[in-house]
């Protein structure tokens, strides 16, 4: 039986991606760069911001890459201090995963400063019995670090873990992680995630969702 849910946050657990979406927008404007947003999100959704910037700026020193995504990430903690909002059915479905004695985690690749925004508008850190993120030093997804480190932490074996997430990335980190996971289509259509064998369901919120199913169904037969 299913033993633990681990959860992305922005885009999963909190509707914060239309504000990431403006700042990184806003951050490429300012320095007279266009952006295709869907496919830069396509391809970066889950990764870390480091990480992107890198592939971005091949040029840039690490200390020019932190000034970089410090400007972005002020621009999104302006826009998300007024609009961010739980994804739809997230409180309900967490309070129904701890009921029925599930354990909770986040797996985010969120910065601390974006994660302390998200935990001061809303309980989630209450939530989840613990957070990881790259701040612990762990690689961004796809790699399946965070939620290798999330079960280990849960005291669970990957196969007893769903993940639920927003981004192909994350789906692939899961598979990675030899987990099955759930799609969250708040960022990306559902064809988005054609294809990833450990995919067991896709929704546009948590709503049509119900734990105890997920956790009894017999996903590996």
């Known amino acids: 039986m299913i033993q633990g849910f681990l959860f992305d946050l922005d885009g999963t657990l909190i509707d914060s991606m239309p504000c990431h979406h403006d700042a990184w927008v806003a951050r490429h404007a300012r320095r ?14 889950g ?8 592939d971005l700026f091949p040029a840039a020193t690490p200390a020019e890459r932190i000034a970089m995504a410090d400007e972005k990430e002020r621009l999104y903690r302006e826009a998300a201090a007024t609009r961010l909002a739980l994804v ?9 995963s701890r009921a029925a004695g599930v354990k909770l985690a ?13 935990f001061s508008r809303f309980p989630i850190r209450e939530w989840v019995q613990t957070v990881v993120s790259p701040a612990d030093g762990l690689r961004g997804k796809p790699h399946p670090d965070l939620f290798l480190e999330a079960a280990r932490r849960l005291g669970l074996a990957p196969e007893r873990c769903i993940v639920f997430e927003d981004a192909p990335l994350g789906i692939e980190a899961a598979r990675r992680a030899g987990m099955n996971a759930v799609a969250l289509t708040t960022t990306l259509p559902a064809a988005s ?28 037969a």
């Open 47 to 54: 990764r870390s911001n480091d990480e992107i910037l890198a």
């Open 88 to 96: 739809a059915g997230a409180a309900e479905f967490v309070e129904a």
């Open 32 to 45: 007279g760069l266009s952006v295709d947003a869907d496919a830069f999100f396509a391809a970066t959704a």
């Open 193 to 220: 995630f054609a294809g990833y064998p450990n995919l067991i369901a896709s929704a546009s919120d948590f709503r049509p969702l119900e734990p105890l199913a997920l956790m009894k169904e017999d996903h590996h």
């Open 106 to 118: 986040v797996c985010t690749a969120s910065t601390p400063e974006n994660m302390a925004l998200a």
